[in-house]
């Protein structure tokens, strides 16, 4: 692709996210939660607190942090399974809740969050790739959320600072030798190379997950990668800290 | 309550709807979608077509209706256990899935529908009382798109009108010996009686179901809840046909 | 059908019951047991005592009654699978063992019956249609023989009644247009409407089930429908009084 | 024990039967059907015919037999969960249901059978001791009713005979160091080994399955027991055939 | 087979055993582990000690033992599902699984054991005839030296003697009319009738199952297969004691 | 660790492996098969061969691989739950036989596979860190021989290199602020940060996942983790040819 190298299906440039959105305070019932789009990708994400923590962790003064993803049997193109029905959760989605638990865990310190227990559910409205990277950057937005309102209940102890950062995601790929940021599903299929990166708001890194779906890739590809993601996230947190920014 | 009777927490009178909205083409890959709101219950139901049917029914000419019904876990007021995590579907979920798609094979002739099938998925982003009467009063318009669609795809004849009807559903119940017609949660946990109506546009019955939650009620009750319900309906089939009157 | 009209396929007439028989002390273990047939259909109903309450009822002071229904795999005239084998019970099952429980619990004052459990066991031996019926109607006499056994063995409190009435369910539908009372099989299959009705002794209702299985019925269908059941029941109770007026 | 050595809690002597009752004909539906009690122990056999054989079978020309046993929850004197609530089936019901279907397949010409399947299920009543080898004894007697309709059926070809024998079933049990026949629940409970026999007709046996639940058992008490089971078999040998003489 | 009679296609007499090799210490986290081989077979036996006893056991003073086995999916000459993949244990699975418990537990002083508990691991690396038998012969191997590791760190109160004994378990078997002695997997689909028999150091039964595959089988024949067991579980009651003679 | 910086607990450097051992032809029934270690850790691997593809895969000509990871339950310190025993498999067990299908997908040419598939089963017999880079290593060299087995017995055409490059995996990781190489299980819960790599024998890369355990890591860190990564897997690449360069 010599002349118009870059140019993706949708007119980005190969360094440019989908227009994100984040919309705060979308369930009454949820201590935290929000619908966010990454261009048609739409998560919808909640954060609810409860008091105490699992049965493992009683008694340590220590708090926990967990995740649950899912998609819309319809979320896709082809309709899929439920899983409920199936009555049970496939490798993926397993793989992917564990992903956004960790990444979440990695910005809270348990001690201050004392023995409360935040699950952070993200299901998939609407799938154009990228859910997963939406979920994480969502579900931060709403634990933080939902941390404020364990601050007002007192559930979280006066002058504790249960966050200690921020945390947002990403994909990155190599589609047709050149590396893009924030695939879409049509270029996701086609990618070379896979990646997702989890990066906290200083640009350092949680979690780098990549793949080779055809050729192993080089490192230097695996470097180009790298620096695209991380511009990529300090993006995304300026989008997280606008939305935050304003009243709920 | 002697003065006052029958005006509602939110003020309603002990006929009145709460608020409908019926938003189409909120999923850009489903054959039919709509988000239906009650109040602050939120249902997302996709309409999903494919050729083809179940294996029992090959060969028949005729085609076939299903719903699958489901909610989030945050979408009530305290968080619930996902239904795939458990591994399997509780009573109830099944009870209201096969509600939904009786009460849309009423309305469907499946000789005109030809071998083709469509799934309707009804998920519930948020609980506020009467989630099963929204899902099919969202699902009929989902799915008279999703025809709409597989007759401009050809899949179904020319000529060949699968929809025979319409349908919609309503709660009613007797609250302090009062019947109201839409139930809102916290009006339907003190119910002492809970009837779910499911009426075709003519005004006619698909189902009734009728619960004592309390006192065994009777016939007068049973009556006035009926008639409650049918006007109830009716204002519902005017929704929807005011949603579908619309260019998608 | 012009001249005998309502002459059914047994020679019964539109209103009339099939024979019913209830015999109780059909087990040497549970606390109540009954064997009752609605013509073909036998259901084996035990209730079982045990002391305490689950969990979520604990320290309430209230009791609790709940029941499971299943058929025998050759209860029908082709074998099913064993739910137990396919390792998840069906929605039919739940559905049913839900409806069973509610029309027991209906006749219950939890606050005499005390921190204990019933839990009813509605087993199809054979089924030939209303086997939902048979089962309630059996099971509230095998639940007032527990009952007693609970009083004599004083883990009811003395002097408190937890049966606060009685409950009985017959099946009613339209037949080629004729409304016709407790259905057999080869009714039920060919029935445009089919409705389910549990009556209270003094001629109220727990539970109306109603269900267009072809056309959607009218105003007047359901009242001469629920005519029928209220006579049905009423039949149906003194059958339960009568044989509870023997000794065991 | 010196006096009354073998004189047992219900009066039987040591190689005496509880009395044996087998009714052919309890189901309408199914094409064999039996109840049969060994004392309180009480099963319920239905054998059902299937043209056809599963599909590791297919174009063999030879038929199936196979069985599933299951005790209903409160066949026992304390209510036991339901396997197909708990979900999953348990290892005694497998180990049970898998000697059923060897004992009746030791009597099978599957040849004979041609390319026909039996299932024999045997539900559990009311449980007292013995219900394996009751379900094994009522079970042959099914069985043979159901070939004797497919036989006058022409499933089977003509001057076929799938039966190639007969088949009974007998536990007998080592209590306070004396050998017992046909063990009731508790006698069943104290013995020192228990063990049960199928037997053919002709007094050879199918299974032999021997175990110490306290100390280990000598050569010689196996011996004896034994001997105990070959005539308890015999015995059930007559009963069957009596059964089996008159007409359904 | 007038001449040979009795060589075996491994050039084995009938009442041969195959090698029989047991290598203690193959685990470094186990209390107990043995790599045990009946010629090919090869099954792999830890047994873990943990504090306390099942719930049902609890305040008893006594401890418990029991015993999982499963096969590798390849451990056969065709892959096999993984039973965690289905997402249920088969019949065979189950019942095999009690049998080793049970054949362990016959040498156990439960009070001794105090309320400890050991479980036996018993998977096979490599099958090829008599699996069940080498898992018993092996797991009680490592049975002992769990509970010498228990006495050694006095979870076990000095003086006690929880191993009231010594069991192993040998196949037994008729093939072409002969009795044969550790059947291989070649043996084993050919035998007419096939035999498991598990013995005390001191010749006794602890459990014979012996099962007609083909005709039934007469007195003598079962009595010259439990002579050639009793001598195969002598053999390997010597093999047993040799390899625990040595230290670890 | 100011001094002995990088001295690790079993004495080796920062950038040594562990010693590597490599078996094969561990199983008489399988196509391929390998008992690999790295230090304690031991997983037996496993290939089967099978003609025929998945049904989604049929008729396009290409073959198939895949994988299954499982740990035996004695396998760690603590004895884990078998997932059979549980019904499902968890998230972790999915995750890690999804890594390893994966990775050996990356080295086959599927076209040059033909229809055929094979099935990698790594089995954990002990584990101390790593146990899925050892997995991935060893299932490898399981696949080489049965893909020379595939090769020999014609199911893969004359002259077809199904194999087109050689693939190891290997763990790093930040301990006490120092990156490591091929972490044991003491190292693994202490770490900073975990990253498993898999790298193809020319040194490109098949995956890199990275996490951080406690803080986030900066860019360098990564790059140092990443080369010592690439070393280690080039000596894994030699191991891996030394033991296919001897005879089977």
Same mark, same amino acid.
């Given at each position: 692709?010599?002349?118009n190298?870059g140019?993706?299906t949708?007119g980005r440039?190969?360094g ?14 949820a201590? %935290?939660s929000?619908?966010?789009s990454? =261009? ?7 954060a609810?607190?409860t008091e105490?923590?699992p049965?493992w962790r009683?008694?340590?003064g220590? %708090?926990?942090v967990?995740a ?18 199936? =009555?049970?959760? %496939? ?5 992917i809740?564990?992903?956004i638990?960790?990444? !979440?865990?990695?910005?809270?310190d348990?001690?201050a969050?004392g023995?409360?227990t935040?699950v952070?559910?993200c299901d998939v ?5 990228g859910?997963?990277? &939406?979920a994480?950057? %969502? &579900? ?7 941390i ?5 209940k ?12 921020t ?7 190599i589609?047709? =030798?050149v590396?893009? !940021?924030?695939l879409?599903?049509?270029e ?15 640009g ?5 997950q ?9 490192r230097?590809? !695996?470097?180009s990668?790298?620096d695209l993601?991380?511009t ?5 947190d300026?989008?997280?800290?606008a939305a935050?920014a304003?009243? !709920?």
């Open positions: 692709m010599p002349e190298e140019v993706r949708d440039t190969p440019q996210l989908r227009p994100v959105h984040i919309e705060r305070g979308w369930s009454k019932h201590e %935290g929000v619908l966010i990454f =261009g048609d990708t739409k998560v919808f994400c909640t609810s607190v105490g923590v049965r009683k008694g340590s220590e %708090g926990w967990t649950e993803y899912s998609m819309l049997p319809r979320s896709t193109n082809t309709r899929g399974d439920r899983e409920a029905v199936r =009555g049970k959760i %496939g490798g993926r989605t397993h793989e809740s564990r992903l638990g960790r990444s !979440l865990r990695a910005v809270i348990f001690k969050l023995e409360n935040v952070l559910d409205l609407q799938a154009d790739g859910t997963r990277t &939406a994480i950057t %969502g &579900a931060y937005v709403a634990l933080a959320d939902a404020s309102w364990a601050q007002s007192k559930l979280v102890k006066h002058g504790r600072k249960p966050l200690t950062g945390v947002s995601a990403v994909s990155v790929g589609v047709g =030798g590396p893009l !940021l924030d879409c599903y049509e996701d299929v086609t990618a070379e190379t896979d990646m997702n990166v989890v990066c906290t708001g200083d350092r890194f949680v979690e780098v990549g793949t080779a779906e055809g050729e192993p890739f080089a230097e590809e !695996l470097n990668l790298l993601a991380v990529g996230c300090a993006e995304l300026a989008a997280q800290r935050l304003t009243a !709920l």
